[in-house]
DNA sequence: TGATACGAACACAAAACGTGTTCGATGGGC
DNA sequence: GCCCATCGAACACGTTTTGTGTTCGTATCA
């Protein structure tokens, strides 16, 4: 509820927050005590404020958005994937909960953020490889040089990307470069590309450029998906699935 | 009090535990079955069976062992680093409880174990780097030649070796081949080696040959440990510490 | 086939958690 | 520099979760 209410106004005083929630102030602070710690906003003295200024929204709190959509898309890719296949894992939400979806299958699996090697790690079939690399802070994804090398020296069947932005014109793009430039040495590794994405991100261009359509083999996104979007992108050759 | 008794004998009966601990047969099962699944014994009908058949002893199972001393031994190494350094954590308890020690201080590390990585994620000021590889079940430790590139790649200042056995003449030892072998790198790309062990692994040689004592520059351990031990360390030229 | 061990199901107590209240400390605005 | 609003520590209370013991039907081994 305090995440809702800070998206519509960027600044909501506490009292206005004990007053919309139904519980004490004291209470509001504390919530917003472990909000803040997570990243999900600021605090100032009487109110909570709005931190998205940036592009990129953190981590935790993307976690908790659209929880039960993610999952049924994370459903749909695991499906996508047969036993004994090597697969990159990208970093996200997203693909996260595509992680939770293979707790029993029998795979070889680089994920590309401690995120996901944690979601795995009780995964008893899988066969954990992880690239190593610069540990990014919020996100816990892997990046630099070392990543890219990992990426270079294995050849997989399959990527799943997550992506902050998919169009026929622009092509798969993400928020941060270094992270594009990972992105782009696993799509390299990899025989087929699978991009997992919601469907607000079917009409958006992020700022560093991943791949073209071209190189993407499978969209899988959910029912909300712009008609027109999909169509172009079954024109342009992808495997469009909305579950 | 279940671990302890089954050290003693290599096989205990339900029943028998149950009157040592003065609770029902039932919730020693419900324990038995928790320690069975953290690989720490085996279960037969009616007992509890030790599984300490091979060489080593399993994670979980040593990490429930002398956590106190090992506490003490992080406490120690962690001041013996200085801030802005570059250090390799290498795998196991003790190392683990170094990294423990290391919340609040200002450090490059770079773990060999996914459980380093866990404890040092809150640490704010420490940069991650993580060296990838393959991740041995058990242990979550790096190995394989993508961990040993990523060594190669780099140089830093000290290594926190953890080992299996420490002698003057068999020098550092550890149970796995592939282990060792990352271990090697490790010291091998480091300025500094400070190994850190348990009174008891001062007087144990593993399989598995790591470096030899001159490679070895501080050696910390407890108070127990035997004295002539130390004295041949300390006549070898190495610095050595018990606390 | 019988005695023993097992685990699911329920009941219960203890601990942990979330919440609200009080109250002294702290901080920003006038 | 004062004052009022906000803050957080401390305590109290109800709820939830956890751990434990009991019962009883089922599975297992001699």
Redesign the interface.
């Known amino acids: 509820m305090i995440l809702r209410a800070l998206r519509e106004r960027d600044r909501v005083p506490v009292t206005v927050l004990a007053e919309l929630t139904g519980c004490s102030e004291m209470t509001i602070r504390r919530d917003l005590d472990v909000l803040e710690r997570d990243g999900c906003l600021r605090r100032v003295r009487g109110a909570a404020v709005n931190m998205l200024t940036g592009e990129e929204t953190p981590f935790p709190l993307r976690a908790r958005q659209q929880v039960e959509a993610k999952r049924r898309l994370g459903a749909a890719v695991a499906g996508m994937l047969d036993d004994g296949e090597t697969v990159v894992l990208d970093s996200g939400t997203t693909t996260l909960e595509v992680a939770r979806s293979l707790a029993d299958r029998r795979l070889t699996v680089l994920p590309l953020s401690?995120h996901g090697?944690d979601a795995l790690?009780p995964a008893?079939r899988v066969?954990?490889?992880?690239?190593?690399?610069?540990?990014r802070?919020g996100e816990?994804t892997?990046v630099g040089p070392?990543?890219e090398?990992?990426l270079n020296?294995m050849r997989f069947d399959t990527v799943v990307l997550g992506c902050c932005g998919l169009t026929v014109r622009d092509g798969v793009t993400a928020h941060d470069l270094v992270e594009a430039q990972v992105k782009k040495a696993a799509v390299a590794a990899s025989a087929r590309v699978i991009a997992v994405l919601d469907h607000a991100k079917l009409v958006r261009t992020a700022f560093a450029r991943v791949c073209a359509v071209a190189e993407v083999d499978v969209v899988v996104t959910d029912r909300d998906a712009p008609a027109d979007q999909v169509d172009q992108l079954r024109q342009a050759g992808v495997e469009v699935h909305c579950v």
């Open positions: 401690l090697a790690r008893e066969r954990l490889v992880l690239p190593g690399g610069d540990l802070a816990l892997f070392l990543t090398y990992a020296t």
